[in-house]
């Protein structure tokens, strides 16, 4: 049968859309090219035959708990909307994040991404009602507006990781057509697909201008993890102002993204006119309910069993990898001293933690230029255009370095010196 | 921090979004109560310790078919945004409902539950756009048409299943109204709540009139392998006119819940003016990448070993929980006819499958019933008023037989008849 599109969402034409099954299926499109493309955990260190263990652990762990109703075959069951582990993630962001809260203001969710259209419709689901978000954006975020209708606007980030003053004027701009701003989504630290990390300066005002322009803030810390350098700076919900931060996170990163667990923390109350408050976490629950019914029990009994296997903190767990990484970063910024030792017209900047280094091109790049480099050169990469909120051409590119070897990257760096010296 | 209500989304007032955690938590509340409320699958079938049986099942099986690429730690990547599995479960449906579609018409979803989501997004995405559904109806199609701010209409389902004359009437209503109804959801085969089933004259007319109406059909058919009948009448989808018919089924009633993984079959094609065709499926991928990015490919390849295993047929994997829920029907059946042997103000009708026994009590339940139901008389069950589009008083109740043992039952409606004896 044959649908016109018109029949259909035009949403559904936003281009917006399409980055994650870009992002998904381009390596598959191009499988003898280096990929720099998506952001991908390095999958030697996934531990897919432990499996069975961590289920088992985390059953252990609930027999201790609730002996007398613990039967393992209710891992099977249809379970709390909110999750099964909140107390664990609980002590997890609280050994390894600063932030303290209750296990009833955890949600487990579908990876961050279910957290994010939670928050969305929550906070945005009127006309008029928009949410700001530091441009270029991660696609997940303008992609599930895109999905819900929800109007986006961009602030620049700047060097200290978002421009208060702009995001102050572009606030009341938007106040002066009628409309009203209310969440702002940005990562702190080691941000997709900008690499920035946010100064400390930054953090402390920005939390209190949100205060002052009463918006929600949804800080994102998927690869808080990843930091490269000695230290890194507390989150913004662990600091004063953190209130009206709804933190979010994701196991993907850390244990492996074919789990789809995340989680946010959602430690606000809700005040009725005609009935008591009611924990901001229960009226998202509502939504939850009619997405994902609940995260999936088995992936939440793999990542329970992990956290308590490694008492509630995943640093030792994930050192491995952040030393991996560490090597690809470094790798990667060596290669490119080397191949551009004294150019001028091609810069980047080496992120201090997690999977992605900006990089800016001589030229803005069209359509062609991702599927010649990949087909003549044999590397690939992300447009930064895909991420831009205005579509316009952009001679920025983003190359992650979480996934290829660090000789691989080498390499893949020689070919897009190739490239770019042809451009 | 304390958030006004009227900051947040007003949908979040309306009582339809609250009924699966109603439904998730109940029995919780009442804890020594006989629970005929949730339709959970019965838990004694779920084999949660072959998890890694299966896993492996599943991995040997790439390994035959795509040996040079594969790789164990692959399972635990980012995948294809429409799953995995999709050839297997083309072969499944082929076998099990005589639907023969194409893997790439197939979108593994999370639940049944999130490829309404996309349906509903997708079709109703616009102001007056209508989704249809039979009232009373199911709490995940009326719940998501409210997170999506989808406006609904509900159709009387009369004795064939649906009430053809009435459709086409609310219609043309609709339409005078300056309204689109674009959608019909419905479940052919033992529908959630009100077990019924549809005539096969009524399916044939159903595809004709859809045709006539220019209404696409989304067919349920989570409950279709629970028949205790000797045979049952084909899908929606199978039939001549069935190419106007998306078919949504989960592995939540098969094998268990806590996977969440279920599976829209989407064959249909989408025409664009300035540019070719593309597939339905793709489109609403789409939207799935910013919903839940993918479904776990841990749970996929947990489903994907089992069907291996059983040769792409799960007829036989049920057999023993089908014997056990025709027994827990039987046993309700025969439990109510004793204990209302001759009353005419209490009726029910008896279900040819699924879960569910739809009962008509002598008056209507006000909000303190099922409180007084369970505290006092320790009988859980769910007011059809619940799952009535209306919000109006209802002297109906869902009685769910999927999860207690058949003794229980007998002693559950015992508890039941005396509640209504009293009332």
């Given at each position: 049968?044959e ?11 936003d ?13 598959l ?6 990929s ?13 035959e432990s ?5 088992m652990e985390y ?6 708990h609730?002996?007398n109703?613990?039967n ?15 107390e ?11 932030i ?14 279910e957290?994010?259209v939670?928050c ?15 441009d270029?954006a991660?696609?997940?975020?303008s992609g ?5 209708g929800?109007e986006?606007a961009?602030?620049?980030?700047g ?5 208060l003053?702009?995001?102050e ?10 409309k009203?701003?209310?969440l702002l989504?940005?990562?702190?630290d080691?941000a ?6 946010m100064?400390?300066?930054t ?5 209190k201008?949100?205060?002052?322009l009463?918006?929600?803030?949804i800080e994102?810390?998927v690869?808080?993890y990843?930091?490269?350098e000695?230290e890194?700076?507390?989150?913004l ?9 709804i933190f979010i ?5 850390t244990?492996?993204?074919g789990?789809?667990?995340?989680f ?5 109350m809700v005040t009725?006119e ?7 976490s229960y ?7 009619m ?9 939440q ?10 008492n509630?903190s995943l ?7 952040v030393?991996r990484?560490?090597t ?29 280094l900006?990089m800016k ?10 599927r010649?480099c990949?087909?003549?050169y044999?590397?690939?990469?992300t447009?930064?255009s ?5 579509n316009a ?7 992650s370095f979480?996934y290829p ?6 390499e ?12």
């Open positions: 049968m649908i016109s599109d018109i029949f259909l969402n035009t949403a559904l034409n281009p917006k859309l399409e980055v994650m099954n870009f992002l998904n299926e381009i390596a499109n191009f499988p003898d090219a280096i720099f493309a998506p952001g991908r955990p390095p999958d030697q260190f996934f531990d897919i499996t069975e263990d961590a289920i059953s252990r762990y609930l027999a201790r609730s002996p109703s613990w393992i075959a209710t891992l099977g069951q249809y379970s709390r909307t909110n999750g099964l582990i909140c664990l993630i609980c002590e997890l962001i609280r050994n390894d994040e600063g303290y809260c209750k296990p009833e203001d955890i949600i487990v969710s579908v990876g961050a991404q957290a994010l939670l969305l419709q929550a906070f945005c689901g009127r006309p008029n009602e928009v949410v700001l978000t530091i270029p991660y696609a997940g975020l599930a507006a895109v999905f819900l929800v986006i961009g602030v620049p980030s060097s200290g990781g978002i421009e003053v702009e995001l004027a572009i606030v009341n701009t938007l106040h002066g057509q009628g009203r701003p209310k989504y940005l990562s702190s080691f997709n697909p900008s690499g920035m990390t100064s400390m300066t953090r402390i005002e920005l939390l201008l949100a205060a002052r009463d918006l929600m803030i994102d810390a690869y808080n990843f930091c490269y000695a890194k700076l507390p989150t919900k662990s600091l004063p102002g953190g209130e009206r931060v996170s994701s196991f993907s990163k244990i492996y993204p789990l789809r667990v995340g946010a923390v959602v430690d606000q009725h005609d009935r008591s408050p009611t924990p901001l009226e998202l629950s509502k939504f939850k309910s997405i994902s019914v609940n995260t999936s029990s088995i992936s009994a793999i990542v329970g069993g992990i956290l308590i296997a490694n509630n640093k030792r767990y994930v050192a491995n990898r030393a990484l560490r690809a970063r470094n790798a990667m910024a060596m290669a490119l001293r080397n191949a551009f030792p004294a150019e001028r017209t091609v810069t980047w900047s080496i992120p201090s933690g997690g999977f992605f900006p091109l001589p030229k803005p790049l069209d359509k062609e230029s991702l010649t990949a087909q003549r044999g590397v690939i990469w447009p930064m895909y991420f831009l909120l205005s051409p952009s001679a920025d590119i983003r190359l979480s070897e660090p000789e691989t990257i080498t893949g760096i020689g070919r897009l010196s190739a490239w770019i010296r042809d451009l």
